[in-house]
Each structure stands twice: as structure tokens, then as C-alpha cells.
């Protein structure tokens, strides 16, 4: 992993010439939005195809709902007009490493370079890259693939969030790494994850193994209110021969003996879960928090009374449910915002393959929020006359 003080200009036009080595380009995945920019799509995947025996380029784009593609012959496509139209985050994976770029609030490029070897698949219709193999042994014990080491049909969806999380992972912990936000990983302090709510521990075993194949020291603890998870799952550590710095612990999320971690993970923790997990992290100054939201029940039974005009939207049951899964997460954010996080929302998979794809990513800086930050968050209370569980679970 390297860093180099760069323009923005100059940065982009690394990413160009990447872009237009086709011979060793694998994929390109713009996504997040840069500050007072909108962008055209949420996402947007970028690689080489091979059609009639000539390389094209294929875009697909995602609104959060559906994905469009399109292919484009060499030369067609205006990447650098294409990632200065307001995205804040572009990685690109070449055969022999990846370049990753996020642009800050304040519009500084922060480039990032890492080696290693990609696999690159020409094929129109074709199977993604994958950085987790369908044979390796840790999916194969957790059930996501089968003896003969394929990924089962029904784990296909799950298979899918793993891997995207995994290649969400990457970039932003380099980034905090960079920022000074996080200690560079050493054998002496290894990264230190929980996963909170970890279940089946899909998640929590693919950090663990993905990051080892990163070279990234790292102590990872799952954890999981069921008895019955944590024994299976340690003993699946044990079979793997990974007991030494991966562990499992039966405990309520709001009541667990861990006291800190440089990150914490909750993907789609069920109940009061979500709410936890994000408490935990910020009365433990968690200082990277990834958390797919889920059960969003506690804000849609206070939407008892909506605030003129918005009863055009509530009073159909779908749409008051998907406004209160909004109203929640953007009040979750915002109570990490008040707490010293930098905080964004971002779409870490496609809608088709799970509804639940927002992920909120908080990064925590110290930063002190601007007032009129705290002075929104009360009035949209005021406006909704709700009070979130979260509010009453956060020391201080």
C-alpha cells in the first residue's frame, strides 16, 4: 500500500491511463457522492469485454433499484469526464494490484496504491472476479458452498454481499489508515474487528480470512447473543486452524465485555440489533463503523401523526414504511455526525439481491460538528414527534 501527494488533475489521469490499458484493466467501480455534486447513478462498474473478437468497454449503472449496462468500443467513453461528474470514491483493479481514489469534503484527492495479482475475464456475460474462492475451506464450513467446493444456489445472494463487502473494506480502511484515523496494523497490535450480531459468521470469517491474505494482522471476535452460534463457530476456528486470532463470544450486544476495536461490523443485525451495534461503537470510539441497517420497526410506530403535506406519502402503508427505513438511517447518521464521525451512506450492493443494500459508513475524526448540525437533528424530531432508540443508548 502506497500513498503519493497528488493534484486532482494528475490523479485522474493515473486512473486514465489505467483505464485505457485494456490489456490489464479488470474492473473500475465509481460510487459515493462528492460534496454539493449530484451524480447521475449511485454506482457505476466499469470492465473490459470481449465482443466478436474486439475489446469493448461495458458500463452498468445503478440507481438503487435496477442496474443498466451498456458497452462502448475503445475510445467512446469519457472516463475522466465520467469521474469528474461528482463521484467521491473510484477503485480500479488491474491484474497487478489496484488504485483506489477518494476525494474529501474539502475536494483533496487521497490516492492509494496496493500490489497484488487480479484475475481478468473478458467475458460478456461472465463471473465476476471473485476475491474470496467458491473452494475456499472457510466457505465450505459456514455452508455458503458445498463439499465440492461450489457456491450452493441458495447462498448465492449471500456469497455476493460478502465479496462486496469485502472490496468496500479494503479502500476504506487504507483511507483511515492514511488519515492517521486508524494505527497501521503490526504482528505487536494487530487490527482489531468485532462483528457485531455476527450469526452464521459469514462475515466474520471472510474479514478474517481476506484480510490474512492481505497481510493485514488482524484479531477479529464475533459477536452473537446465541450459545449455540458461538460453539459452532469456534469450532469451525478450530478446524481451520485460525482459533489463535479469531474467537466467538455469546453475548447481548449492549452487554458484551469487549470494550473497544479499531472497527466494527454489523451486517443486517435483526431486532434492536442495528441500534447496538451503532451505540457499542460510539461509546467504545470505534474508529471505523460499517453497518448495513436493518429493522427499522422503532421510528415507523412513532409515525403516528405526519406533519403536513407528507401525509400524501403515509397514508399508503409501503411508501410510510420505506419513509421511515429513510427517516431512521438519516437519524442514525446524524447522531454519529453529532458524535465526532464523519458519516456517509452508500449502496455496497445491487437492490436485487437484497433489499436491505444502504451500508452507513462512519469514520471517527474528532471533529467538532457545526451547530446548526444539532439544531437540524432536533427539528426533524420536532417535525416527526419521534425519538430514536438510538438517542437513549449513547453514554454521556
Same mark, same amino acid.
Given at each position: 500500500m502506497a500513498r503519493t501527494e497528488i493534484s486532482l488533475e494528475d490523479a485522474f489521469g493515473e =486512473?486514465?491511463?489505467? #483505464?485505457?490499458?485494456?490489456?490489464?484493466?479488470?474492473?473500475? %467501480? *465509481?460510487?459515493? @457522492?462528492? @460534496?454539493n455534486m449530484q451524480t447521475e447513478s449511485e454506482r457505476v462498474d466499469i470492465r473490459p469485454v470481449e465482443i466478436k473478437n474486439e475489446i469493448h468497454i461495458q458500463v452498468s449503472r445503478s440507481d438503487g433499484r435496477a442496474m443498466t449496462s451498456k458497452n462502448y468500443k475503445?475510445?467512446?467513453?469519457? #472516463?475522466?469526464?465520467?469521474?469528474?461528474?461528482?463521484?467521491?470514491? %473510484?477503485?480500479?483493479?488491474?491484474? /497487478?494490484g489496484e488504485i483506489s481514489l477518494r476525494i474529501t469534503k474539502k475536494g483533496e484527492p487521497l490516492l492509494h496504491r496496493s500490489k497484488g495479482e487480479n484475475s481478468q475475464d473478458l467475458k460478456h456475460d461472465r463471473t465476476k472476479s471473485r476475491l474470496l474462492e467458491?473452494?475456499?475451506p472457510f466457505l465450505i464450513e459456514v455452508g455458503i458452498s458445498d463439499k465440492s467446493g461450489v457456491i450452493k444456489p441458495s447462498m448465492q445472494d449471500k456469497y455476493l454481499q460478502v465479496e462486496e463487502f469485502l472490496r468496500l473494506l479494503?479502500?476504506? =480502511?487504507?483511507?483511515?489508515?492514511e488519515a492517521g484515523h486508524i494505527e497501521q496494523p503490526s504482528l505487536q497490535k494487530p487490527l482489531k474487528i468485532v462483528d457485531l450480531g455476527c450469526g452464521h459468521?459469514?462475515?466474520?470469517f471472510a474479514a478474517h480470512q481476506y484480510l490474512n491474505q492481505q497481510q493485514i494482522p488482524v484479531r477479529v471476535i464475533g459477536i452473537d447473543v446465541r450459545s449455540a452460534a458461538r460453539d459452532r463457530n469456534n469450532e469451525i476456528a478450530k478446524r481451520l486452524g485460525i482459533s489463535g486470532s479469531i474467537e466467538f463470544r455469546a453475548e447481548e450486544i449492549s452487554e458484551t465485555s469487549l470494550d473497544s476495536a479499531d472497527i466494527a461490523i454489523a451486517l443486517h443485525a435483526c431486532d434492536t440489533a442495528t441500534d447496538d451495534a451503532i451505540a457499542w461503537a460510539i461509546n467504545?470510539? %470505534?474508529? *471505523?463503523?460499517?453497518?448495513a441497517p436493518c429493522c427499522h420497526h422503532d421510528i415507523q410506530a412513532q409515525m403516528v401523526e405526519?406533519?403536513?403535506?407528507?401525509?400524501l406519502v403515509t397514508r399508503n402503508g409501503i411508501m410510510k414504511e420505506r419513509l421511515g427505513d429513510l427517516i431512521t438511517d438519516?437519524? @442514525?447518521? /446524524?447522531?454519529?455526525?453529532?458524535?465526532?464521525?464523519? %458519516?456517509?451512506?452508500?449502496? #455496497?450492493?445491487?437492490?436485487?439481491?437484497?433489499?436491505?443494500?444502504l451500508m452507513i459508513r462512519a469514520t471517527f475524526t474528532g471533529a467538532k460538528p457545526d451547530p446548526i448540525e444539532a439544531t437540524r437533528y432536533e427539528q426533524m424530531l420536532a417535525l416527526w414527534k419521534v425519538k430514536p432508540a438510538l438517542s437513549h443508548l449513547i453514554n454521556g
Open positions: =486512473l486514465n491511463t489505467a #483505464f485505457k490499458d485494456t490489456k490489464n484493466l479488470v474492473r473500475i %467501480v *465509481l460510487s459515493g @457522492r462528492r @460534496r475503445s475510445g467512446e467513453l469519457d #472516463f475522466i469526464g465520467l469521474m469528474s461528474s461528482g463521484y467521491a470514491n %473510484v477503485l480500479l483493479e488491474h491484474t /497487478q467458491s473452494n475456499d479494503i479502500p476504506t =480502511l487504507n483511507s483511515a489508515i459468521a459469514y462475515l466474520t467504545s470510539k %470505534v474508529r *471505523l463503523a460499517l453497518i405526519a406533519p403536513e403535506p407528507w401525509t438519516a437519524l @442514525r447518521m /446524524q447522531i454519529l455526525k453529532l458524535r465526532g464521525y464523519r %458519516v456517509e451512506a452508500i449502496e #455496497f450492493i445491487g437492490g436485487e439481491h437484497t433489499p436491505r443494500n
